[in-house]
């Protein structure tokens, strides 16, 4: 993420304030998702299935459906199942509950915006399954998940940094006043290279081709910073400054797996694809 566009003082104070939070939480999420990532099965599975759930309860907030228990409880129901067929291996059958919670949302949404809300099932189930599928492959799980940390959180800390450096004119302003192209291209460029990285470091030699990899790495960099869009055009239109406020100093779940979860669906599509059931992570990897 950039630097804001024009930091008065008060704002500033503010950002200080929550610095020991923001700097707290951040560090007990990233060593919950490695502990999570190395564990690997339920562990796995249930620390993912927690997030699509809390995502849930974020889009439902931010569509006008905030306290429609029936809602959430379909939607948390329809990701629940699809978590435990994605589990077993049955990623392609995993979109069958996701259908069916959207349906029952849309439903019990239907005097207010029941497409919009239904498609919360979707933002929130499609990149657990993805992410799911990719750990509990048979070849190169953990690696495929290092892969896409380091491609999404590479290009958060270059983008923010790019954009501060170098500065420059800005990408969308209507939407996110501080992001800039530098701040993208930088961005974009060090998390295809920290990709890379990991995959040279974690990845037998004379498997995988680092050019492949880095072309890849630039297109799921800059689908996250898509999904970066997406999500503060969400919430310009819901009025709201932050999807939640479960996380302190960051928000809420879906203000930190924004970009993440743009990006697991790219890499699962590329998966999917090339691969299939099991053996997404080698078919993300092996090229």
Request: aromatic residues 12%.
């Amino acid at each position: 993420m950039n630097a804001p566009q024009n930091g008065s003082q008060k704002p500033a104070a503010s950002k200080m304030s929550d610095l020991p939070a923001r700097v707290a939480s951040g560090v007990v999420m990233i060593a919950l998702a490695l502990a999570a990532l190395w564990w690997g099965g339920q562990p796995f599975v249930l620390f993912w299935l927690a997030a699509a759930i809390a995502i849930i309860w974020e889009w439902l907030r931010m569509t006008g459906a905030e306290g429609n228990r029936p809602a959430f409880a379909a939607g948390a129901a329809g990701v629940a199942a699809a978590a435990a067929l994605a589990a077993q291996g049955l990623d392609h059958f995993a979109v069958i509950p996701l259908a069916a919670g959207a349906l029952a949302v849309a439903f019990f949404t239907r005097d207010g915006k029941p497409l919009w809300c239904a498609a919360g099932v979707f933002y929130a189930g499609l990149f657990m399954i993805a992410l799911i599928g990719f750990r509990l492959s048979l070849l190169y799980g953990v690696q495929a998940v290092l892969w896409l940390f380091a491609v999404v959180w590479g290009t958060d800390i270059l983008a923010y940094f790019g954009g501060r450096t170098i500065g420059g004119p800005k990408l969308w302003p209507r939407i996110s006043p501080s992001k800039t192209w530098s701040g993208f291209l930088t961005g974009v460029t060090g998390g295809a290279l920290a990709g890379v990285c990991v995959a040279y470091a974690s990845m037998p030699a004379g498997r995988v081709s680092m050019l492949a990899l880095f072309i890849m790495g630039l297109a799921v960099a800059a689908f996250s910073q898509a999904g970066d869009f997406f999500e503060s055009a969400m919430k310009r239109k819901a009025g709201v400054k932050d999807s939640s406020q479960l996380i302190p100093g960051h928000g809420g779940v879906m203000d930190r797996l924004d970009g993440f979860n743009f990006a697991c669906v790219l890499a699962g599509l590329i998966a999917w694809i090339k691969g299939g059931p099991l053996q997404s992570a080698s078919a993300l990897l092996l090229w």
